[in-house]
Nanobody
Framework: QVQLVESGGGLVQPGGSLRLSCTVSGRLLGIYAMGWFRQVPGKQRELVARITNGGMTNYSASVKGRFTISRANAKSTVYLQMDNLKPEDTAVYYC???????????WGQGTQVTVSS
């Protein structure tokens, strides 16, 4: 099983930046991609960025050009650099690991991002 711990959230003004981190540990065999999701109360969790083991990235239309997903430390840490933040980016952000056989796995506790003046 994969364990995930997100950090780096906080309060930031519109136009500001934050970098989220996700520490990944446990059984990583079969994991071929990592993703960042976000969720606001009353809405479904949304995939905003994904990176494969080969380094290929994908972004949702709402964050493309502003957010950047990356990996480091032999893929044990996944980052989400968020620039030019907008109030509509306010959400709890979660990372997750995608297995070739079982899909997205268990969720961590998430980290709150609030964009407000």
């Amino acid at each position: 099983q994969v364990q995930l711990v997100e950090s780096g959230g906080g309060l930031v003004q519109p136009g500001g930046s934050l970098r989220l981190s996700c520490t990944v540990s446990g059984r990583l065999l079969g994991i071929y991609a990592m993703g960042w999701f976000r969720q606001v109360p009353g809405k479904q969790r949304e995939l905003v960025a994904r990176i494969t083991n080969g380094g290929m990235t994908n972004y949702s239309a709402s964050v493309k050009g502003r957010f950047t997903i990356s990996r480091a430390n032999a893929k044990s840490t996944v980052y989400l650099q968020m620039d030019n933040l907008k109030p509509e980016d306010t959400a709890v952000y979660y990372c997750n690991a995608h297995s070739a056989t079982t899909g997205w796995g268990s969720w961590g506790q998430g980290t709150q991002v609030t964009v407000s003046s």
